[in-house]
Nanobody, 125 residues
C-alpha cells in the first residue's frame, strides 16, 4: 500500500508555470505506474499524464501535450508534473494516482487504486 501527497499548486497568471510534486510513502514506489488527473468544478476527473515504472515511457492528454511534462525520481519516491504555458482552462484540482497493475488503461480513473488528496491550481487570465 502507498500513500500519496501532492504539493506545489497555487495561483499563477496565464502563461506562467508551476511544478507539482507527489510524494509517496513506502519502499516499493518503483513498482507503481503513476498518473496525474485533474478535476475542474462541475466536471468529471480527467486524465492529464502518466509515466511508466522506470520513467522511460510517458503519456499525455492532447490538451496538455507540449506544455506539461511528467517525470519521476524513484530514489526520492516522487513523481512530478511540470506545468508550462498555463491557460485559464487548466484551472482544476490536480491529483496524482498510482497502481501496481502490470497492464493498465492509464487514462481511466478506475484503473488506479491509490490517490492523493489533490492540490489546487488556479490560472488567472
Amino acid at each position: 500500500q502507498v500513500q500519496l501527497v501532492e504539493s506545489g499548486g497555487g495561483l499563477v497568471q496565464a502563461g506562467g508555470s508551476l511544478r507539482l510534486s507527489c510524494a509517496a510513502s513506502g519502499r516499493t514506489f518503483g513498482s507503481y505506474f503513476m498518473g496525474w488527473f485533474r478535476q475542474a468544478p462541475g466536471k468529471e476527473r480527467e486524465f492529464v499524464a502518466a509515466i511508466s515504472r522506470s520513467g522511460s515511457r510517458t503519456y499525455y492528454a492532447d490538451s496538455v501535450k507540449g506544455r506539461f511534462t511528467i517525470s519521476r525520481d524513484n530514489a526520492k519516491n516522487t513523481v512530478y508534473l511540470q506545468l508550462n504555458s498555463l491557460k485559464p482552462e487548466d484551472t482544476a484540482v490536480y491529483y496524482c494516482a498510482g497502481d501496481t497493475s502490470t497492464s493498465i488503461a492509464y487514462t481511466r480513473v478506475l484503473s488506479y487504486t491509490y490517490w492523493g488528496q489533490g492540490t489546487q491550481v488556479t490560472v488567472s487570465s
